[in-house]
């Protein structure tokens, strides 16, 4: 599977950890960035780029991390066409994707462990969207919100 990955500084260690497990699992992994640590970087800049990618269709799967989660799931849900959320528990990892198509993982470098956070994004890469009626209906209402036809979602 083709998959970005992004941090800030809060997500660094993480982000590079996950790069490199991706990579050893025969995915392409595509690096927004940062390239090194800088505790002046902003999540915005890495995680804009990320999600545009995933909704442009460049990478299949988005991995956005950042302290806690939390700012990289905001920017990301600002990108039309993206569904973010931040992840903690495995069920939400594979529910996400199953009934809301979510299309980018966010976890937070500072609140996830090394090996919890390998197992969210395992299974989040492993889930498919069912594609139920009641899903697609409820994805087409939110693409409604952001100006974009249901079918673009596909």
């Not at 982000?15 to 050893?24: D, S, Y």
């Not at 915005?44 to 442009?56: C, E, H, K, M, T």
């Not at 950042?66 to 990108?79: D, E, H, L, R, T």
């Amino acid at each position: 599977m083709r998959v970005g990955i992004a941090a800030d500084h809060g997500g660094f260690d993480l982000k590079q950890q996950l790069a490199v497990a991706l990579r050893e699992a025969n995915n392409e992994v595509l690096d927004f960035g940062p390239s090194e640590r800088n505790p002046l970087d902003d999540y915005p800049d890495f995680v804009i780029p990320l999600a545009r990618a995933v909704a442009g269709n460049k990478v299949e799967r988005g991995v956005a991390v950042c302290g806690s989660g939390v700012g990289a799931s905001v920017v990301a849900n600002k990108v039309p066409g993206v569904r973010a959320a931040l992840i903690l528990d495995g069920f939400s990892a594979h529910q996400g994707v199953e009934d809301d198509d979510m299309n980018i993982i966010c976890l937070g470098g500072r609140v996830v462990g090394n090996a919890l956070a390998w197992e969210l994004v395992c299974s989040f890469l492993a889930a498919r969207f069912t594609g139920a009626e009641r899903h697609r209906r409820r994805l087409a209402k939110i693409a409604g919100v952001e100006g974009v036809s249901a079918e673009k979602q596909d």
